[in-house]
T-cell receptor, first 114, second 117 residues
Framework: NAGVTQTPKFRVLKTGQSMTLLCAQDMNHEYMYWYRQDPGMGLRLIHYSVGEGTTAKGEVPDGYNVSRLKKQNFLLGLESAAPSQTSVYFC?????????????FGPGTRLLVL | AQKITQTQPGMFVQEKEAVTLDCTYDTSDPSYGLFWYKQPSSGEMIFLIYQGSYDQQNATEGRYSLNFQKARKSANLVISASQLGDSAMYFCAMSPISGAGSYQLTFGKGTKLSVIP
């Protein structure tokens, strides 16, 4: 049981390049999320998904796209990377219980855009 | 919209002592959940404790307890008997339990805790 995994762990991009971050979870969770964490800040929600084939915008969605073609995977895409997207990206997943919805986080992806 | 405020950028505590990390929140949602996460220097986010707004009793998980004061809109984390391994960033977060914003966590900016031997 690997929990939540993220690929890659670290990436350097040039401005204008594109890339896709992969998140995978093996806990059969319905909900998945992408966050970014900038220095001195908490995590901010980029996009999320409440089920296979569905996605929705979070607090800071501009410049990102997502897809959830399979329940266990949630992809985050940067079509044209900008230096402002230099950040640590965290994926999380959760399932709904009656009393508590705990999100389980992946190890993070460090992205540097030059 | 929700807002989380953590007013202590950094805290020091002596090993084996207790420490309280402050968290205040603002929301118009009638039902919500409050969370604390730990982020060690290695970077991963570790869930510590959860409190539902409807819970009558304060949550406890081992050495962690959440001092929930609904009228004051505060959800402070208390760590008892601090250990060197408790040195980390601590984030308070909340989410609505129902409605369109459900399941979306809003985080505070965090408190860096340093445990002194």
């Amino acid at each position: 049981n690997a929990g939540v995994t993220q690929t890659p762990k670290f990436r350097v991009l040039k401005t204008g390049q594109s890339m896709t971050l992969l998140c995978a979870q093996d806990m059969n969770h319905e909900y998945m999320y992408w966050y970014r964490q900038d220095p001195g800040m908490g995590l901010r929600l980029i996009h999320y998904s409440v089920g296979e084939g569905t996605t929705a915008k979070g607090e800071v969605p501009d410049g990102y796209n997502v897809s959830r073609l399979k329940k266990q995977n949630f992809l985050l895409g940067l079509e044209s990377a900008a230096p402002s997207q230099t950040s640590v990206y965290f994926c999380a997943s959760s399932t709904l219980t009656v009393y508590q919805e705990t999100q389980y986080f992946g190890p993070g992806t460090r992205l540097l855009v030059l | 919209a929700q807002k989380i405020t953590q007013t202590q950028p950094g805290m020091f505590v002596q090993e084996k002592e207790a420490v309280t990390l402050d968290c205040t929140y603002d929301t118009s949602d009638p039902s919500y959940g409050l969370f604390w996460y730990k982020q060690p220097s290695s970077g991963e986010m570790i869930f510590l404790i959860y409190q539902g707004s409807y819970d009558q009793q304060n949550a406890t998980e081992g050495r962690y307890s959440l001092n929930f004061q609904k009228a004051r809109k505060s959800a402070n984390l208390v760590i008892s008997a601090s250990q060197l391994g408790d040195s980390a960033m601590y984030f308070c977060a909340m989410s609505p339990i129902s409605g369109a914003g459900s399941y979306q966590l809003t985080f505070g900016k965090g408190t860096k805790l340093s445990v002194i031997p």
